[in-house]
Protein backbone atom coordinates (compact mmCIF):
# COMPACT_ATOMS: atom_id res chain seq x y z
CA UNK A 1 0.00 0.00 0.00
CA UNK A 2 3.02 2.34 1.07
CA UNK A 3 4.71 1.73 -2.50
CA UNK A 4 1.43 2.48 -4.76
CA UNK A 5 0.74 5.61 -2.68
CA UNK A 6 4.57 6.69 -3.22
CA UNK A 7 4.06 5.28 -6.95
CA UNK A 8 0.78 7.80 -7.63
CA UNK A 9 2.24 10.76 -5.40
CA UNK A 10 5.67 10.21 -8.05
CA UNK A 11 3.53 10.30 -11.13
CA UNK A 12 1.08 13.21 -10.25
CA UNK A 13 3.39 15.64 -11.62
CA UNK A 14 3.96 14.59 -14.92
CA UNK A 15 0.49 14.23 -15.51
CA UNK A 16 0.21 17.87 -14.49
CA UNK A 17 3.21 19.09 -16.49
CA UNK A 18 2.05 17.53 -19.42
CA UNK A 19 -1.37 19.09 -19.87
CA UNK A 20 -1.39 22.58 -21.73
CA UNK A 21 -4.72 25.33 -21.88
CA UNK A 22 -5.92 25.56 -25.37
CA UNK A 23 -5.13 28.87 -26.95
CA UNK A 24 -7.83 31.57 -26.66
CA UNK A 25 -7.73 34.44 -29.49
CA UNK A 26 -7.00 37.68 -27.98
CA UNK A 27 -7.14 41.22 -29.62
CA UNK A 28 -3.57 42.51 -31.18
CA UNK A 29 -2.45 45.51 -32.14
CA UNK A 30 0.67 46.92 -34.51
CA UNK A 31 1.22 50.21 -35.27
CA UNK A 32 3.86 51.18 -37.62
CA UNK A 33 4.91 54.71 -39.02
CA UNK A 34 7.79 55.28 -41.50
CA UNK A 35 8.58 56.22 -45.40
CA UNK A 36 8.16 54.86 -48.38
CA UNK A 37 10.40 55.07 -51.64
CA UNK A 38 9.93 54.87 -54.96
CA UNK A 39 10.07 56.59 -58.48
CA UNK A 40 7.86 58.82 -60.36
CA UNK A 41 7.74 58.93 -64.36
CA UNK A 42 6.35 62.13 -65.85
CA UNK A 43 5.43 64.52 -68.58
CA UNK A 44 5.27 63.64 -72.15
CA UNK A 45 6.70 61.42 -75.15
CA UNK A 46 9.06 64.48 -76.01
CA UNK A 47 9.60 65.47 -72.60
CA UNK A 48 10.00 62.27 -70.07
CA UNK A 49 11.37 62.73 -66.63
CA UNK A 50 11.84 59.96 -63.77
CA UNK A 51 12.34 61.39 -60.18
CA UNK A 52 13.34 59.97 -57.14
CA UNK A 53 10.84 60.07 -54.03
CA UNK A 54 10.46 59.70 -50.39
CA UNK A 55 7.14 60.21 -48.60
CA UNK A 56 5.74 59.64 -45.19
CA UNK A 57 3.45 56.60 -44.48
CA UNK A 58 1.75 55.20 -41.24
CA UNK A 59 -0.83 52.34 -40.09
CA UNK A 60 -2.42 50.15 -36.96
CA UNK A 61 -3.23 47.01 -37.75
CA UNK A 62 -6.02 46.00 -35.83
CA UNK A 63 -7.20 42.26 -35.17
CA UNK A 64 -7.59 38.98 -33.34
CA UNK A 65 -4.49 36.92 -32.70
CA UNK A 66 -6.67 33.11 -33.48
CA UNK A 67 -3.65 31.08 -32.85
CA UNK A 68 0.21 31.72 -31.99
CA UNK A 69 1.13 32.21 -35.31
CA UNK A 70 -2.26 33.69 -37.25
CA UNK A 71 -3.80 37.37 -36.66
CA UNK A 72 -6.43 38.27 -38.95
CA UNK A 73 -7.85 42.21 -38.49
CA UNK A 74 -8.12 45.28 -40.42
CA UNK A 75 -5.41 47.81 -41.17
CA UNK A 76 -6.02 51.63 -41.67
CA UNK A 77 -3.20 53.73 -42.72
CA UNK A 78 -2.02 57.22 -44.31
CA UNK A 79 -0.16 57.42 -47.54
CA UNK A 80 1.42 60.54 -48.19
CA UNK A 81 2.52 61.04 -51.82
CA UNK A 82 3.41 64.38 -53.35
CA UNK A 83 0.88 64.89 -55.51
CA UNK A 84 -2.14 63.20 -53.30
CA UNK A 85 -3.06 61.57 -49.74
CA UNK A 86 -4.17 58.17 -49.76
CA UNK A 87 -6.28 56.80 -46.36
CA UNK A 88 -5.99 52.75 -47.32
CA UNK A 89 -8.93 50.53 -45.80
CA UNK A 90 -7.67 47.05 -46.09
CA UNK A 91 -8.13 43.47 -44.50
CA UNK A 92 -5.09 42.67 -42.82
CA UNK A 93 -3.03 38.99 -42.00
CA UNK A 94 -0.06 38.65 -39.96
CA UNK A 95 1.41 35.06 -39.56
CA UNK A 96 4.53 34.32 -37.66
CA UNK A 97 6.91 32.24 -39.94
CA UNK A 98 9.66 31.42 -37.55
CA UNK A 99 10.82 31.98 -33.91
CA UNK A 100 14.64 31.93 -34.56
CA UNK A 101 16.11 29.63 -31.62
CA UNK A 102 13.37 30.34 -29.09
CA UNK A 103 14.45 33.74 -28.27
CA UNK A 104 12.37 37.29 -27.69
CA UNK A 105 12.43 37.81 -31.95
CA UNK A 106 9.81 36.51 -34.32
CA UNK A 107 9.80 37.08 -37.95
CA UNK A 108 6.39 37.41 -39.49
CA UNK A 109 4.84 37.93 -42.79
CA UNK A 110 1.64 40.22 -43.86
CA UNK A 111 -0.43 40.61 -46.33
CA UNK A 112 -3.05 43.67 -46.64
CA UNK A 113 -5.27 44.19 -49.38
CA UNK A 114 -8.54 46.97 -49.90
CA UNK A 115 -9.11 50.24 -50.80
CA UNK A 116 -7.64 53.53 -50.77
CA UNK A 117 -9.77 56.61 -50.18
CA UNK A 118 -9.15 60.10 -50.36
CA UNK A 119 -11.04 61.95 -47.80
CA UNK A 120 -8.28 63.91 -46.68
CA UNK A 121 -6.45 65.03 -50.05
CA UNK A 122 -6.66 67.96 -51.08
CA UNK A 123 -7.18 68.60 -55.03
CA UNK A 124 -6.28 71.74 -56.92
CA UNK A 125 -9.29 73.76 -58.47
CA UNK A 126 -10.46 71.64 -61.91
CA UNK A 127 -8.65 68.14 -60.71
CA UNK A 128 -10.44 65.12 -58.81
CA UNK A 129 -8.45 62.41 -57.48
CA UNK A 130 -10.19 59.15 -56.42
CA UNK A 131 -8.48 56.39 -54.61
CA UNK A 132 -8.41 52.19 -55.93
CA UNK A 133 -7.27 48.78 -55.31
CA UNK A 134 -4.47 48.63 -52.25
CA UNK A 135 -2.34 45.60 -52.01
CA UNK A 136 0.99 45.20 -49.68
CA UNK A 137 2.41 42.00 -48.90
CA UNK A 138 5.72 42.32 -46.60
CA UNK A 139 8.16 40.90 -43.78
CA UNK A 140 9.49 42.04 -40.77
CA UNK A 141 10.66 41.04 -37.28
CA UNK A 142 8.84 41.55 -33.66
CA UNK A 143 11.49 41.81 -30.70
CA UNK A 144 10.03 41.08 -26.84
CA UNK A 145 8.01 38.78 -25.22
CA UNK A 146 4.84 37.13 -26.95
CA UNK A 147 2.62 38.25 -24.00
CA UNK A 148 3.85 42.03 -23.81
CA UNK A 149 4.63 45.21 -26.09
CA UNK A 150 6.99 44.72 -29.04
CA UNK A 151 9.22 46.18 -31.24
CA UNK A 152 8.19 46.04 -34.91
CA UNK A 153 10.47 46.74 -37.86
CA UNK A 154 8.81 45.88 -41.45
CA UNK A 155 9.76 46.10 -45.11
CA UNK A 156 7.01 45.87 -47.48
CA UNK A 157 5.93 46.43 -51.37
CA UNK A 158 2.69 48.78 -51.90
CA UNK A 159 0.63 49.19 -54.82
CA UNK A 160 -1.81 51.83 -55.09
CA UNK A 161 -4.30 52.61 -58.28
CA UNK A 162 -5.96 55.56 -58.40
CA UNK A 163 -7.82 58.21 -61.10
CA UNK A 164 -7.68 61.30 -61.62
CA UNK A 165 -9.71 64.21 -63.35
CA UNK A 166 -8.09 66.94 -65.07
CA UNK A 167 -9.40 70.39 -66.00
CA UNK A 168 -10.11 70.63 -69.83
CA UNK A 169 -8.92 72.94 -71.99
CA UNK A 170 -10.68 74.41 -75.19
CA UNK A 171 -10.74 71.83 -78.01
CA UNK A 172 -10.75 69.18 -74.90
CA UNK A 173 -13.45 66.78 -74.06
CA UNK A 174 -12.10 64.54 -71.41
CA UNK A 175 -8.84 64.45 -69.90
CA UNK A 176 -8.31 61.27 -67.42
CA UNK A 177 -5.02 59.79 -65.71
CA UNK A 178 -4.81 56.30 -64.33
CA UNK A 179 -1.93 56.54 -61.86
CA UNK A 180 -0.30 53.28 -60.04
CA UNK A 181 2.03 54.28 -57.22
CA UNK A 182 4.32 51.55 -56.61
CA UNK A 183 6.18 52.02 -53.41
CA UNK A 184 8.90 49.97 -50.80
CA UNK A 185 8.05 50.57 -47.32
CA UNK A 186 9.96 50.87 -44.37
CA UNK A 187 7.93 51.47 -41.37
CA UNK A 188 8.82 51.16 -37.46
CA UNK A 189 6.28 50.74 -34.46
CA UNK A 190 5.18 48.78 -31.71
CA UNK A 191 2.99 45.90 -31.21
CA UNK A 192 0.75 43.90 -28.30
Excluded at 28 to 54: C, D, H, P, W
Excluded at 61 to 81: C, E, H, M, R, S
Excluded at 96 to 113: A, E, I
Aim: glycine share 10%.
Amino acid sequence: MRKTVLLLLGLMPIGAFGQTEPFKPVFTNMTEIGISLGQVRYGNQFNESVKKRANLTAQTFNGVQLNPKLAIGGTVGIDWYSSALFTPVCVGIRYDLVRPGQKNLRVFTSLDSGWGFTWLNEDPSGYKTSGGLVIAPGVGFRIGKPTSTNFVMSLSYKRQEADVEKPLFWNELAKHETRTYNRMNLRLGISF
